[in-house]
């Protein structure tokens, strides 16, 4: 199902939440910029005219060049910007902190496709179907290069990261079909990694799910399900037992663990959020439980991408805080100029949000 | 109009230094461009391991075990003998120059090839090293591969020790190509400083030599702490 | 600027008989041009070098645009397409857009504008214009072997894993080529610091002048840290390393920190001397002194240094950090300030001016006109809520061609029609040279104003099909290239047309003040006969004595 060829319009559908807001930027902007172009335009022209040279060996006055001019055309076009970034800066504050009822959906770029996982686990290629009217956080992450996920219609964009998790969230409010693109170069194919994503009314959502969607994924078989049967065929039950599971407990008990904080044998503590229950299935020694001995193997390269988010998924699912996101990221963890970032970066303390962490008490 | 005809600079008057190139007035604008030409390579330098410097730091915060137990693999000794060996040859750059200053010939070649003996005193302990860091399998990626003695390392986040000499061959790589550049630059002034070039009144070139080499000294002093005294504190 | 009452270019008598000895008829044999060390021999091999480069880099380009007609790719493979547009990226940047100015008109004009006899290193400019053309022999190596597909960003890991293509040849061919920037900006540099006539202080220094030392500080600072990157892609690619690559612990996003640390200030090595020639020709042909000489001589200083503060803004939708997004927004505002103060003083110098329409000054106007709007949006995708809808989308391709072929080219080709004159003695056809500053206005306009339209309706860039409903848009630019392209293919003909048969230019054709009017057309090997002496602040067009000498001005047109 591929969005229909709109008529020519130069501004996109506006379909979601915060599609307006950037409009509402981009027009003004607009107006001011045309304004500055008129103005100099203008000048010129009349200047041109006015003072056109008249006779070979004419030359222009003497320059007067009075201070409060250049003062003047320093400090307006200098306070238009100030506050055109505060109203910018704003809009993009709004679009990087999901709202705290954001319901989780996972994107894996890979080239050159998107994969898609809902919170139930239907899978979709290429195509994502959402409900209208309920904010989404769509977790990115990338197999191979760099991608860039973008829906023009939501004004939303996100690069897919290779090695870390970003994030993005968006409310539809328009139902329809509209296109998906990546729009970080990735390769011979860069230009047919493209999709749609279908708005529909909540019902219609519901039996899309129930008829297993079309991109496969048998209804009911969700994500944490499947993430549920990885987690016993990879054995990580054998260590990671259900409290009073009896026998030898390696690993600490996962229940309640999604949200909370863990306090490391280090004596620091982190946030078990995507970042770190992927970096502890990884690289489990990189920030050891405290209590227990590095006696976990790595699964680096045993498990792909998809099955990493199944997983993740699954570990949330055993939480405190169900799927509701954890900590306010929008946009991502921390890049690498933040110095100490992590790899997947579960150390540092996750960008203010207005979602509360749910702590474990 | 106060000046001075320029067909004068055509012919190069008795007056001139024969070393005074034709674009400039005297010697001293001569000196002083030079002088700030150097200064300015130096910063571009300076831009230039720059940038390995912050790839460094970077994953240094991000695998300090790594990077510890990378470091414990390097010779701290031969680490240490080289700095002194380097720090030396700056001393016998200076000296090169002062004799110059006082207007010993003889003195500007024995110490010329004094710091050029001991620059490649440093290069020939940094190829001892290498050789040790292949026999035991210390070589990242490919390169290794290429020369027969693949990545192994027996200890924790082997991939993240593996960046650790990456980040290890490149740098003291550029440096040593520093050094080997710098080595040429001499033999070069040894050469005309023999058939007596250089005096008291001139011998701006191996002020700039001695810039840049003492350049590259001063690099090789940020490196020695940052890749081989890491675990020092430890044991 | 005005030397001492005499005229300063008086030939000797030996000399007006014959015909007098110039930098051109100097020496002949191919040699003595190869073995040149005059600064003007040099920004004349740059000159056919640059143009070269730049003729290959527009072929790329039409070959984008012929692609883009329709909607599927049907003009060519996607993997060529991706070829095309990266060698047109690497091409046009690296040995196009930051070379030209420099280069060439810098190379000529700077020591003759401070009254030097040479830049304070000969050898090493020339060796500059070698390393040049090795670099370039780099990367035509990585082309005709079947090119490079990352796009000229680089980006790892594709770049450094994924790619098939021959990126550590094209790498290497940029660092090389960096070496040859490296070069010019040092010389430049110490040539200003050291070599000024005597009088001329800084505050008496063309604003072209204050414009090359400033790209030349961005220069020396900034190319050094592409050349590292570059050198680590290279080796990552080569040896396998893991600096970049996410599956060995390295990460890709350095690479992105380390390549826009260099190639955001590249922007302004590209767009500094532009602005510097624009502010010439205002006061050129408006008879007038430029309106706040120094604040705009600051303001080039100020943007080169705020220049390396902004780089973040190319990562807004990597996963940056909310508040390094917020920083690198805000100063990257603060960079549109002085540029934004230059356009109005450009724009006020006309005030009270005596202005003459010459092909030069079609050329400055049409720069403020569309530097002004590469500007302003530049500010809007500085704004945070409105690059995360435009980033990576044709919005961004049309803004940076605004800046960089509306303001970097058409300062490049007013420059070249300015000093072409000087330079060779000789005048081009005035209306063929205005049709051809009309005809890349108005192409250019129709070829990337569309664009801007087309990234706001989502079409994300570096694409070789897309969906039919930005074909209309498409098919616009690409009509507009073709207008372009006739625009810039037509001063190759009467700029070859003139060497030979133009009208003989005399030394100041025109009626402007500044020190390379002073010294003969073409000026003579060391630049002047006599030590020019500066008595006076630039660009003095209302001293008595000027009003003796505005009398030479060429009847063109």
Same mark, same amino acid.
């Given at each position: 199902m591929n969005p229909q060829p709109s008529s020519f319009q130069v501004i996109p559908e506006a379909a979601s939440t915060l599609a307006r807001d950037v409009d509402a930027l981009t027009v003004v902007?607009?107006?001011?910029?045309?304004?500055?172009?008129?103005?100099?335009?203008?000048?010129?022209?009349?200047?041109?005219?006015?003072?056109?040279?008249?006779?070979?060996?004419?030359?222009?006055?003497?320059?007067?060049?009075?201070?409060?001019?250049?003062?003047?055309?320093?400090?307006?076009?200098?306070?238009?910007?100030?506050?055109?970034?505060?109203?910018?800066?704003?809009?993009?504050?709004?679009?990087?902190?999901?709202?705290?009822?954001?319901?989780?959906?996972?994107?894996?770029?890979?080239?050159?496709?998107?994969?898609?996982?809902?919170?139930?686990?239907?899978?979709?290629?290429?195509?994502?179907?959402?409900?209208?009217?309920?904010?989404?956080?769509?977790?990115?992450?990338?197999?191979?290069?760099?991608?860039?996920?973008?829906?023009?219609?939501?004004?939303?964009?996100?690069?897919?990261?290779?090695?870390?998790?970003?994030? =993005?969230?968006?409310?539809?409010?328009?139902?329809?079909?509209?296109?998906?693109?990546?729009?970080?170069?990735?390769?011979?194919?860069?230009?047919?990694?493209?999709?749609?994503?279908?708005?529909?009314?909540?019902?219609?959502?519901?039996?899309?799910?129930?008829?297993?969607? =079309?991109?496969?994924?048998?209804?009911?078989?969700?994500?944490?399900?499947?993430?549920?049967?990885?987690?016993?065929?990879?054995?990580?039950?054998?260590?990671?037992?259900?409290?009073?599971?009896?026998?030898?407990?390696?690993?600490?008990?996962?229940?309640?663990?999604?949200?909370?904080?863990?306090?490391?044998?280090?004596?620091?503590?982190?946030?078990?959020?995507?970042?770190?229950?992927?970096?502890?299935?990884?690289?489990?020694?990189?920030k050891l439980v405290a209590?227990?001995?590095?006696?976990?193997?790595?699964?680096?390269?045993?498990?792909?991408?998809?099955?990493?988010?199944?997983?993740?998924?699954?570990?949330?699912?055993?939480?405190?805080?169900?799927?509701?996101?954890?900590?306010?990221?929008?946009?991502?963890?921390?890049?690498?100029?933040?110095?100490?970032?992590?790899?997947?970066?579960?150390?540092?303390?996750?960008?203010?949000?207005?979602?509360?962490?749910?702590?474990?008490? | 109009m106060a000046s001075s005809p320029l067909t004068d600079t055509h012919g190069h008057g008795a007056h001139h230094h024969p070393a005074l190139a034709h674009q400039f007035d005297s010697l001293d604008q001569q000196k002083e461009s030079s002088t700030l030409g150097m200064w300015l390579f130096l910063v571009t330098e300076i831009m230039f391991f720059g940038g390995l410097f912050l790839a460094y730091v970077l994953y240094r915060g991000r695998y300090p075990e790594a990077f510890l137990q990378g470091s414990n693999t390097l010779n701290v000794w031969l680490g240490g003998l080289n700095t002194a060996v380097l720090i030396g040859s700056s001393w016998t750059m200076v000296l090169a120059i002062w004799a110059a200053q006082v207007n010993w010939r003889k003195g500007i070649v024995i110490f010329l090839i004094l710091t050029m003996a001991l620059g490649s005193t440093f290069l020939v302990v940094k190829a001892f090293e290498y050789h040790h860091k292949w026999e035991e399998h210390h070589i990242p990626g490919k390169l290794g591969m290429f020369f027969n003695s693949p990545f192994q390392f027996?200890?924790?986040?082997?991939?993240?020790?593996?960046?650790?000499?990456?980040?290890?061959?490149?740098?003291?790589?550029?440096?040593?190509?520093?050094?080997?550049?710098?080595?040429?630059?001499?033999?070069?002034?040894?050469?005309?400083?023999?058939?007596?070039h250089y005096g008291p009144e001139y011998y701006n070139p191996l002020e700039m030599a001695g810039l840049y080499w003492h350049f590259v000294d001063i690099v090789w002093i940020f490196l020695f702490p940052l890749l081989y005294l890491l675990g020092a504190h430890v044991h | 600027m005005n030397t001492s009452a005499a005229h300063p270019s008086a030939p000797t008598t030996a000399e007006t008989v014959s015909e007098r000895k110039n930098y051109l008829n100097a020496d002949y044999g191919i040699l003595s041009w190869l073995l040149t060390r005059d600064h003007k021999r040099i920004a004349i091999l740059y000159l056919i070098s640059v143009s070269a480069f730049f003729a290959l880099g527009s072929i790329f380009a039409a070959l984008i645009?012929?692609?883009?007609?329709?909607?599927?790719?049907?003009?060519?493979?996607?993997?060529?397409?991706?070829?095309?547009?990266?060698?047109?990226?690497?091409?046009?940047?690296?040995?196009?857009?930051?070379?030209?100015?420099?280069?060439?008109?810098?190379?000529?004009?700077?020591? @003759?504008? @401070?009254?030097?006899?040479?830049?304070?290193?000969?050898?090493?400019?020339?060796?500059?214009?070698?390393?040049?053309?090795?670099?370039?022999?780099?990367?035509?190596?990585?082309?005709?072997?079947?090119?490079?597909?990352?796009?000229?960003?680089?980006?790892?890991?594709?770049?450094?894993?994924?790619?098939?293509?021959?990126?550590i040849s094209t790498a290497l061919g940029v660092f090389i080529n960096g070496f040859s920037t490296i070069f010019t900006g040092l010389n430049f540099i110490v040539t200003v610091h050291r070599m000024r006539a005597p009088?001329? $202080?800084?505050?008496?220094?063309?604003?072209?002048?204050?414009?090359?030392?400033?790209? $030349?500080?961005?220069?020396?600072?900034?190319?050094?840290?592409?050349?590292?990157?570059?050198?680590?892609?290279?080796?990552?690619?080569?040896?396998?390393?893991?600096?970049?690559?996410?599956?060995?612990?390295?990460?890709?996003?350095?690479?992105?920190?380390?390549?826009?640390?260099?190639?955001?200030?590249?922007?302004?090595?590209?767009?500094?001397p532009s602005m510097g020639v624009i502010s010439e020709l205002v006061a050129a042909f408006a008879r007038k002194r430029i309106f706040g000489y120094r604040i705009v001589a600051f303001a080039s200083v100020g943007i080169a240094v705020l220049g390396f503060l902004v780089w973040g803004h190319h990562m807004f939708v990597t996963g940056q950090s909310m508040y390094a997004a917020t920083v690198f927004s805000v100063l990257s505002m603060l960079v549109a300030v002085p540029s934004a103060v230059k356009v109005f003083n450009w724009t006020a110098t006309l005030y009270e001016g005596s202005i003459s329409y010459q092909t030069p000054m079609?050329?400055?106007?049409?720069?403020?006109?569309?530097?002004?709007?590469?500007?302003?949006?530049?500010?809007?995708?500085?704004?945070?809520?409105?690059?995360?809808?435009?980033?990576?989308?044709?919005? @961004?391709?049309?803004?940076?061609?605004?800046?960089?072929?509306?303001?970097?080219?058409?300062?490049?080709?007013g420059g070249l029609h300015y000093w072409w004159p000087k330079m060779f003695g000789r005048m081009y056809p005035g209306f063929l040279s205005r049709l051809s500053a009309l005809l890349v206005f108005v192409g250019f306009n129709l070829t990337f104003f569309p664009q801007f339209l087309l990234g706001y309706m989502g079409m994300p860039r570096r694409y070789w099909s897309y969906p039919p409903e930005f074909q209309v848009l498409n098919v616009l630019s690409t009509a507009g290239a073709t207008v372009l392209g006739v625009g810039f293919i037509l001063p190759i003909f009467?700029?070859?047309?003139?060497?030979?048969?133009?009208?003989?230019?005399?030394?100041?054709?025109w009626g402007a003040v500044g020190l390379e009017w002073d010294t003969t057309s073409p000026p003579p090997t060391l630049n002047f006969y006599t030590q020019p002496v500066v008595t006076a602040p630039p660009y003095e067009y209302n001293r008595e004595d000027v009003h003796n000498r505005t009398t030479q001005e060429a009847p063109v047109g």
């Open positions: 902007w607009t107006l001011i910029s045309l304004f500055f172009t008129v103005l100099i335009a203008g000048l010129i022209i009349v200047f041109m005219s006015r003072y056109r040279r008249r006779h070979p060996d004419e030359v222009g006055l003497p320059e007067r060049a009075p201070i409060w001019l250049e003062i003047a055309w320093s400090v307006i076009p200098l306070g238009i910007m100030l506050a055109m970034f505060v109203w910018g800066t704003l809009i993009f504050y709004k679009s990087y902190r999901p709202p705290a009822n954001a319901v989780e959906y996972y994107a894996t770029g890979k080239q050159w496709m998107w994969k898609f996982q809902h919170p139930n686990g239907t899978r979709e290629i290429n195509h994502l179907h959402v409900p209208i009217n309920q904010p989404i956080r769509l977790t990115l992450s990338s197999e191979d290069v760099i991608h860039s996920f973008y829906v023009p219609a939501f004004r939303v964009k996100q690069d897919a990261v290779p090695g870390r998790y970003t994030s =993005l969230w968006f409310e539809a409010r328009k139902t329809g079909v509209y296109h998906m693109f990546c729009t970080e170069y990735c390769g011979t194919e860069h230009s047919k990694m493209i999709g749609s994503v279908t708005v529909m009314e909540p019902r219609e959502y519901e039996d899309w799910l129930a008829s297993g969607g =079309l991109g496969g994924g048998a209804a009911g078989q969700g994500t944490s399900l499947s993430g549920a049967a990885l987690f016993e065929n990879l054995g990580c039950e054998t260590c990671h037992r259900t409290k009073g599971g009896g026998g030898l407990q390696r690993g600490p008990v996962l229940q309640g663990v999604f949200g909370s904080q863990v306090k490391l044998a280090d004596g620091s503590t982190v946030t078990a959020d995507d970042a770190y229950v992927r970096e502890s299935i990884l690289n489990p020694q990189a209590g227990y001995d590095p006696v976990m193997p790595t699964f680096q390269g045993q498990v792909s991408e998809e099955q990493l988010s199944q997983l993740i998924s699954y570990v949330r699912s055993l939480g405190p805080a169900g799927a509701a996101p954890a900590g306010g990221t929008g946009g991502a963890n921390a890049g690498p100029g933040d110095a100490a970032g992590g790899q997947v970066d579960a150390n540092a303390p996750q960008t203010a949000g207005p979602a509360k962490q749910p702590t474990q008490q | 027996a200890g924790d986040e082997p991939q993240h020790v593996e960046i650790f000499f990456s980040l290890y061959f490149i740098m003291t790589g550029l440096h040593a190509t520093h050094m080997v550049i710098g080595i040429g630059v001499l033999l070069v002034l040894t050469i005309l400083a023999w058939k007596g | 645009r012929f692609e883009l007609l329709t909607p599927e790719g049907d003009l060519m493979q996607a993997d060529t397409y991706n070829r095309v547009f990266t060698m047109h990226g690497v091409i046009m940047v690296f040995f196009f857009l930051i070379p030209a100015i420099p280069a060439v008109l810098g190379n000529f004009l700077l020591p @003759i504008m @401070i009254g030097a006899k040479d830049l304070a290193m000969p050898k090493l400019n020339l060796a500059s214009w070698y390393v040049y053309n090795l670099g370039g022999i780099f990367t035509l190596w990585a082309l005709v072997h079947g090119g490079v597909d990352t796009g000229w960003t680089f980006y790892t890991p594709f770049s450094t894993t994924y790619s098939n293509t021959y990126v009088g001329l $202080s800084w505050f008496r220094l063309p604003l072209f002048i204050w414009s090359m030392y400033a790209t $030349s500080l961005v220069i020396v600072l900034g190319t050094p840290v592409i050349a590292i990157t570059l050198l680590l892609v290279a080796a990552e690619r080569a040896f396998g390393l893991g600096i970049f690559d996410p599956r060995l612990g390295g990460d890709p996003i350095l690479f992105q920190h380390m390549f826009w640390f260099y190639s955001h200030p590249a922007v302004y090595i590209m767009i500094l079609l050329y400055a106007l049409g720069f403020i006109g569309l530097f002004t709007i590469g500007g302003l949006t530049g500010v809007m995708v500085a704004t945070l809520g409105f690059d995360i809808h435009v980033h990576d989308t044709y919005f @961004i391709v049309a803004h940076f061609h605004y800046v960089m072929v509306g303001g970097t080219i058409m300062g490049y080709l009467y700029f070859a047309w003139s060497l030979k048969f133009g009208k003989k230019a005399g030394d100041n054709p």
